[in-house]
Structures are given as C-alpha cells and as structure tokens.
C-alpha cells in the first residue's frame, strides 16, 4: 500500500518534487493523426549522448479505422546542456526498421534486443554507439535471443544482460535469458524461470553480496481468453544461485509504464497503463469474435472505436520502491500526458522520457524532461 508521508511545508514538498517539462526535439512529419511521435524506440545514455532510434506509429489514420502501423530505422543523437536537450545527428539507420525491443545501457554503447518490425517479432540483438571521433552512430551484432521476443524486459549489470519475459510469436514467455558480454561468443543461456510468463513489466538490476539482484514489478500477459491479466506483483532473485521470490507488491497492477533506478537503489515507476480501458476494449474483441449476428458485430465495433478514440490516457502517479524499507510511496505525478512503451532514463541530473504512446494509437512528439531533487538522488 502506499504509504502517507510525515507532514512537511510546501517549500519542502516542492524542493522534493520533480520539475517537469516539456521539449520538442526530434524532426516530425505534418499532418500525422496519431502524433508525430513513435512508441517503442529503443533508448539509451552513450559517450554523454542520448541515442534513440526505431519506434513505430500510425502516419495515415489510427488502427482502429484501418491504419497501417509503420516502423523506422532511423538513430537520433542528442546532446544535454543547461536542460536543454538539441539533435545532434540524424544519419545513422538500425540494420531495419524496430520497434518494441528491449534496450538498455552498456559501456560499450546502447544493447537491443528483439523486437518487432513489419516482417513479425525479432530475435535480432545488437548495440548502438556513439563515436566521438567520427561524429557517427555505428551498429555491433550480438548473438540472436533464443526466441524472438518483443516488449521484453531488460536489465544491464557490468557485462551481463538479462531478458526476461516478453510476448512470443505463441503467447507470453516466463524465460530468463543472460548474455555475457566478455564472452559473448558463447551466445544467451538460460537462467531460472520467471514465477508467471509476462510482458511490458519492468526489470530493474542492484549490486548483491551474490553479484546481482534483480527485480521485476508488473507488466502483463495476454490469457487464452483473449484478456490480459495485469500484475501487481513484484519479484526478485539475487544471481547466480537464487530463486525468484516475491516481494511487497505494488498498490495497484501497472503494465507498459516506464521505470528508472536512482543513485540511492530506488526504483520509481512512471505512470503506466493500469489496464481498464485495455480490458474493456479486449472483451468487446471477443464478444465480437463470437458473435454471428452481423448487425450486433457492427454495434460492438462501433462501441470498441469510441472506447478508443475517447481514450483517457495513462496514470500519471508516480511511485517511489526502495528495496531496504519493502514499501511502496507516493512520489508525486506527471504533470503531462504520460507515455507508455517508452524507455525513462537518468541522465545526468535529469530523468527524460523520449516520445511514446500517450494514449491508444496515439504517439507523443515530446520528450519529457524532469529535474531530479536531492531527496530522490
């Protein structure tokens, strides 16, 4: 449950708050009725630089009128100075247009992983740099996952990458899988099974006495009904050598939002989709499937579209988990529409949120940009 915190001043409340705002940056096209944005680009921090790249939207009409989803290859670079976010560069291209795949921070540059493309889910592995010298983005091929996977989660500790769960060409996986990167020639292995297969959750990796912790809170998975059922819960293992045991969940289910993990080891979750809308619109989907009468398909339909297209948006609550209390706070919220299938990241004193769906369909053209307080550093 979340936790009310001892009565403080309203100059306190707002020196512990981050400072949000809203920064255009990336070239959009006009015109664009689902947001000239893209949901799914991997992202990450490398050389200083943020790199974010892929991503998928709807540039003719939303997919519940028959839009065709479209995907991109394209690499942004993009400098930070004085909170201000400017391109850098724009001409690198991933080896095909991705998006959905698991990405996320190594020495060596950005890791990606699986994915989606208009060719179906990818096993593809890879990682994006930044090269000072040449002022270029270049591209180094990593052994392929075992399976392809798309909205998997990621987690990097020194040379080690973890993948876990994540949405199969079948159904939704429970499989832990661990590249070393200073021997990566040896390809993925597996480790211990999730204790639930899941998609669009996040996982979040601390230093143990054993070598790694990691956590994984939320996410989904799609049942043979055709509905989602969204997770509260929240798991951890300490690797090598533990098992997945769960923890102090979180208050409510949570799938798709965004995460970050702070230099203390706390882990605050940004928004996220807590499924309602979702479920609503999924049972339409299968009531529609089982229907034969033609004229209550179209009625449905139509109920389904306006469901979607009067989307109300994500949860804008941020919460707040570290590790040593087991409870889970409030942090305050976002104070603009809240991206989903997107990456959070912490560069330097700040937290930005490149771009994402912020509704159904629709994509944000926006990076969000908040200012990390001390109390939460």
């Not at 540039?59 to 400098?79: A, C, E, H, N, Q």
């Not at 939704?172 to 590249?179: E, G, H, M, R, T």
């Not at 990796?205 to 790694?212: R, T």
């Amino acid at each position: 449950m979340i936790q009310a915190r001892n009565p403080v001043s309203a100059q306190e409340r707002y020196r512990n708050q981050i400072r949000w705002r809203q920064v255009s940056v990336l070239p959009q096209p006009e015109n664009s009725p689902g947001g000239a944005g893209y949901a799914g680009m991997l992202a990450g921090i490398h050389q200083d630089k943020l790199i974010v790249a892929g991503g998928a939207n709807f540039p003719d009409t939303m997919p519940w009128f028959g839009g065709k989803k479209k995907y991109y290859d394209r690499i942004f670079v993009l400098s930070l100075r004085r909170g201000k976010i400017s391109l850098v560069s724009d001409e690198g291209r991933l080896p095909e247009p991705l998006a959905y795949t698991a990405s996320c921070n190594t020495a060596r540059g950005i890791f990606f992983g699986g994915g989606e493309s208009g060719k179906g889910l990818r096993a593809e592995c890879g990682i994006v740099s930044w090269n000072n010298y040449t002022q270029k983005t270049e591209v180094h091929n990593l052994p392929s996952l075992p399976v392809p996977l798309a909205n998997a989660m990621v987690a990097c500790y020194n040379e080690q990458i973890f993948i876990a769960g994540g949405e199969t060409a079948g159904g939704v996986s429970d499989k832990l899988f661990i590249l070393n990167l200073a021997a990566e020639d040896k390809g993925w292995k597996e480790g211990p099974a999730l204790l639930q297969p899941v998609s669009h959750g996040r996982l979040f990796a601390l230093p143990d006495a054993q070598g790694v912790r990691l956590i994984l809170t939320g996410g989904r998975c799609k049942g043979q009904n055709g509905i989602s059922l969204f997770y509260s819960q929240v798991t951890e293992i300490s690797f090598p050598g533990g098992k997945w045991q769960q923890v102090q969940s979180m208050p409510y289910a949570l799938a798709a939002g965004t995460g970050v993990l702070t230099g203390n080891e706390c882990i605050l979750l940004l928004g996220g989709d807590r499924g309602l809308v979702f479920n609503q619109v999924e049972r339409i989907i299968a009531e529609i499937g089982g229907e034969k009468n033609q004229q209550e398909k179209d009625r449905l339909n139509q109920e389904k579209i306006r469901i979607q297209s009067s989307h109300p948006g994500f949860s804008r609550q941020i919460l707040r988990f570290c590790p040593g209390e087991q409870v889970w706070k409030s942090a305050g919220n976002l104070p603009y529409d809240t991206p989903v299938t997107t990456e959070a990241l912490i560069w330097n004193d700040y937290i930005v949120i490149p771009s994402g769906e912020i509704r159904a369909g629709v994509r944000s053209p926006w990076f969000l940009l908040g200012k990390i307080p001390p109390a939460l550093k």
